[in-house]
C-alpha cells in the first residue's frame, strides 16, 4: 500500500526540497518512490534534479486544457520517478490546485512511496493541498524557537485534517549548536519524533548548483547520512 509524505515547513528556504530528494533517494534503496513537485507557486525542484528543461510538468496536468496524461510529467531520474513543476507564473495562475488530487491518486496507484515537496505557510488551496493529501507530513526546521513555532502551526494544521506528523527534520545545523538540546525543544514544543539534524554542509549548496539530489552529488557526506538515517526512521508501512 502506498504511503505519502508531504514534506512541509512554516517558512520557505528551510530545506523541504533538498530534504525531499535526499530522502526519496534514501527510501528508493527499498521501494518504489515518486516525487511530487508540489510546490506549484514557487516550484524550484526542477533546478534541484536536472529537469530544468523538463517540457511537460506538474502545471500542464493541473491546467485541464492541456489535456496531459500524468506518465508524460514523469521523469526517472536518480531512480526515482519525478514529477517537476514549471516556474511560470501565468501557468501557476491558470492551474486548478484542485486537480492534484487525481494525479496524486493516479500516481499512487503505480508506486510504494510518494513525497511531496510542499510550499511554505498556510495561505491558499494550492498551500495546504498536499499536506491534507498526504498521510504523514515531515517537518523541515531550522533549529530556532522561532522555526519551530512554525513547524507546530503546520501541524496543527496537517492534525486538523487528519495527517499525522512522522517526524522532524532539522536542517543546516551548525556544530556549535547543541543537538540534544534542540531534540529536547522539539519535544516540548513540538512532540514530533526528530528524524535527524542535518549539518549545514557545503556538498549540499553544490549538489544543487550542479542539479544533481545530494545522494547523488555526495552520497557520503555527513548530511547525505544524516539524511539516510532519517529515511530509515521515517518506518515505511509495507
Ligand atoms: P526550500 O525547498 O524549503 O525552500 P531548499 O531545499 O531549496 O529549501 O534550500 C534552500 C537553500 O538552502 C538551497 O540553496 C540549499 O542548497 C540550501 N541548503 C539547504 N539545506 C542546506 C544544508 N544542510 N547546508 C547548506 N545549505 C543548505
Ligand atoms: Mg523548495
Request: overall charge negative; glycine content about 8%.
Amino acid at each position: 500500500m502506498v504511503e505519502a509524505f508531504a514534506v512541509a515547513s512554516g517558512k520557505g528556504g528551510t530545506g523541504k526540497t533538498t530534504s525531499t530528494l535526499a530522502l526519496g533517494m534514501a527510501l528508493a534503496e527499498d521501494y518504489d518512490v515518486t516525487v511530487i513537485d508540489a510546490d506549484t507557486g514557487m516550484a524550484n525542484l526542477l533546478f534541484h534534479a536536472g529537469l530544468n528543461d523538463a517540457d511537460v510538468t506538474l502545471h500542464d496536468l493541473l491546467i485541464a486544457e492541456r489535456d496531459v496524461a500524468v506518465e508524460d510529467a514523469v521523469y526517472d531520474r536518480f531512480g526515482m520517478s519525478v514529477v517537476p513543476c514549471g516556474t511560470s507564473l501565468a501557468a501557476f495562475e491558470a492551474a486548478d490546485p484542485g486537480r492534484l488530487r487525481d494525479v496524486v491518486a493516479e500516481l499512487a496507484s503505480n508506486t510504494d512511496v510518494l513525497l511531496l515537496d510542499s510550499p511554505a505557510a498556510l495561505g491558499s488551496k494550492s498551500a495546504v493541498l498536499p499536506i491534507v493529501l498526504a498521510d504523514r507530513i515531515v517537518v523541515v526546521l531550522q533549529p530556532t524557537v522561532p522555526s519551530l513555532s512554525d513547524g507546530l502551526k503546520v501541524q496543527e494544521y496537517a492534525h486538523s485534517y487528519g495527517t499525522d506528523t512522522a517526524g522532524v527534520v532539522f536542517n543546516r545545523v551548525r556544530p556549535d549548536e547543541n543537538v540534544d538540546r534542540i531534540a529536547e525543544q522539539a519535544g516540548r514544543y513540538f512532540g514530533g519524533q526528530t528524524l535527524a539534524s542535518i549539518p549545514e554542509s557545503d556538498a549540499v549548496r553544490a549538489a544543487r548548483r550542479e542539479g544533481k539530489p545530494l545522494l547523488a552529488h555526495a552520497p557520503a557526506d555527513p548530511a547525505a547520512d544524516a539524511f539516510r538515517e532519517a529515511a530509515a526512521r521515517l518506518d515505511v508501512r509495507d
